[in-house]
């Protein structure tokens, strides 16, 4: 028999979890149109997704403070451990498979942080490599045929600038 205090410790955790499930959900569905944008090479549409950014991963600390803060009231350690403990001790299905699909969604959401990040690094390397080609410009700055104020420089051949030439 479940005595009254767990069902309240119940009544307390339920709609903690739940609110962080909805917001680690909305912040993976995010981020993966981020990945599908910056995969179609839609810059357009990147900037204004850009912009929203409703990702704060400080907020996703703050939910699980409140849940390990919670569960010293109801004499369970306030750790992922005391959690597992309180749950077991709930004997609430729902609540175990919500507690799962969460720990689920905060790996998912570090994995797309992750493949985002690799993907953003990726299309900065290249648009980097694109500006030196068309600047003329190697890995050390310097050009062969061009100074940084765009003028042409002689070539050892060539003692004159492609100006004079």
């Known amino acids: 028999m479940i005595s009254p205090q767990h069902r309240q410790c119940a009544a307390h955790l339920q709609p903690l979890l739940q609110h962080q499930f909805d ?14 944008t910056i995969t179609a090479g839609d810059i357009e549409a990147l900037h204004p997704l850009l912009s929203e950014n409703p990702i ?10 409140q849940v390990f803060a919670l569960l010293p009231i109801y004499q369970f350690d306030g750790t992922e451990q ?3 403990d309180c749950l077991q001790a709930l004997k609430n299905p729902s609540l175990t498979k919500l507690n799962e699909s969460l720990e689920k969604q905060m790996k998912q959401l570090e994995k797309s942080l992750l493949i985002n990040d690799l993907l953003i690094r990726k299309n900065q390397e290249r648009v980097q490599k694109s500006i030196q080609i068309l600047s003329g410009h190697g890995i050390s700055g310097e050009s062969a045929t061009y100074s940084r104020q765009g003028l042409s420089k002689p070539s050892d051949k060539n003692k004159r ?5």
Not at 161 to 165: E, F, M, N, S
């Open 23 to 36: 917001h680690i959900s909305s912040y993976i569905d995010y981020l993966d149109r981020i990945k599908q």
């Open 56 to 65: 704060d991963l400080a907020m996703i600390e703050q939910h699980r403070k």
């Open 82 to 84: 005391g959690l597992q």
């Open 161 to 165: 600038t492609l100006a004079l030439a």
